[in-house]
């Protein structure tokens, strides 16, 4: 295990800055998830703690010495990529192996970490074969376990699961908690996936152009959402957001009120999670079916509210409804979010 600090990092190519003065303590142990859109800058970040790209200015530590002038090799860090880099050449076993005999670390060394790596990993019966010959979820095994027996103090994975279909990244996503609560390693965790996020991580950091917008467990980003950004990255379905008004300290929506804000007056956003809502006839947004989708055990309703606004709605699968039906869904007022003018949040409920 290891901490990983970073302090004042900027990452710039030419005139554009990718990285602005980046500051994060990673605690020993911790499994930190990098999420945000495409393009924000969270894979050069990783890059950057594994020594693949320079820094512009900063500095990085792990276990409060400096690294960032240190080449990968002596980092202590072991990385996974979202292309598995497997030698075709290779079984798994020299796949696994052959980092270790790059080093000159001993056979009789590199024979029991590669066991080590396979027994945790269910690799054991598939030592001889070439990636060829596997699947794809057993090719990312086969990446990690190669991260494994260097025994590194801090693993990083750049979106190891993106190559995979839905179903076999649920099963990795859970073999890598596992693997986590295992190991007890410090791990850096990069995706866009925020469903990957809310459920690998201690905590997320969120970037957007470069910069963190929140730092906090899956849960306080949920409920408590620095801004109006960061709520709509975080659940699944995203929240809806809707057109409302403050005035007079109240902030109201088709006549309900949904919240008190001092010293707020003018137009402000609502934002309602679709988990949150339900069919009731007594409730207070009002609309038409455009699009139903059943799926077994949950539905999404997805309405054209009477005031033009559109919503979508996560319902449990008992209820069917029809594209032109009528449809009234009710709210709890404090399970709201009420944004301001500049995307901050500014009251819940």
């Given amino acids: 295990m290891a901490t990983l600090a970073l302090k004042s990092v900027k990452k710039a190519f030419g005139d554009t800055t990718v990285i602005q003065n980046m500051e994060l303590s990673v605690e020993n142990g911790e499994l930190i998830v990098f999420v945000g859109p495409s393009g924000c800058g969270k894979s050069t970040l990783l890059r950057m703690i594994a020594g693949l790209e320079t820094l512009t200015a900063g500095e990085i530590h792990i276990d409060g010495e400096r690294i960032d002038h240190q080449p990968p090799s002596n980092r202590g860090i072991a990385m996974v990529f979202q292309s598995y880099a497997l030698y075709p050449h290779k079984n798994v076993r020299g796949n696994l192996g052959f980092s270790l005999k790059h080093a000159g670390v001993d056979k009789t060394e590199i024979d029991k970490r590669v066991n080590v790596a396979a027994d945790i990993l269910g690799l054991q019966d598939l030592m001889d074969r070439k990636p060829r010959e596997l699947s794809g979820g057993q090719r990312q095994r086969v990446a990690i376990g190669r991260a494994i027996v260097r025994e590194p103090k801090v693993f990083l994975f750049d979106e190891p699961l993106s190559n995979l279909d839905a179903a076999l990244r649920v099963h990795m996503r859970v073999e890598i908690l596992k693997l986590h609560q295992r190991l007890k390693n410090t ?86 999670r679709p988990e949150h809502l339900k069919v009731d006839v007594h409730g207070q947004l009002h609309g038409e079916v455009q699009v139903f989708e059943h799926l077994g055990g949950e539905a999404f309703v997805h309405l054209t509210l009477d005031d033009g606004q559109t919503l979508v709605a996560k319902l449990d699968g008992e209820h069917h409804l029809r594209p032109g039906e009528r449809c009234v869904l009710g709210i709890d007022p404090q399970k709201c979010h009420v944004f301001d003018s500049t995307g901050l949040r500014i009251c819940t409920g």
């Fill in 187 to 272: 791990m850096v965790y990069v995706t866009h996936d925020q469903v990957e996020a809310m459920t690998l991580a201690d905590r997320i950091v969120v970037f957007r152009h470069g910069a963190v917008e929140q730092v906090g467990t899956p849960l306080e980003l949920y409920r408590h959402p620095a801004n109006r950004f960061v709520a709509g990255f975080i659940g699944s379905p995203a929240m809806n957001f809707l057109k409302a008004h403050c005035g007079s300290g109240h902030v109201t929506f088709n006549e309900t009120v949904f919240c008190s804000r001092q010293h707020t007056d003018g137009d402000v956003t609502l934002g309602i």
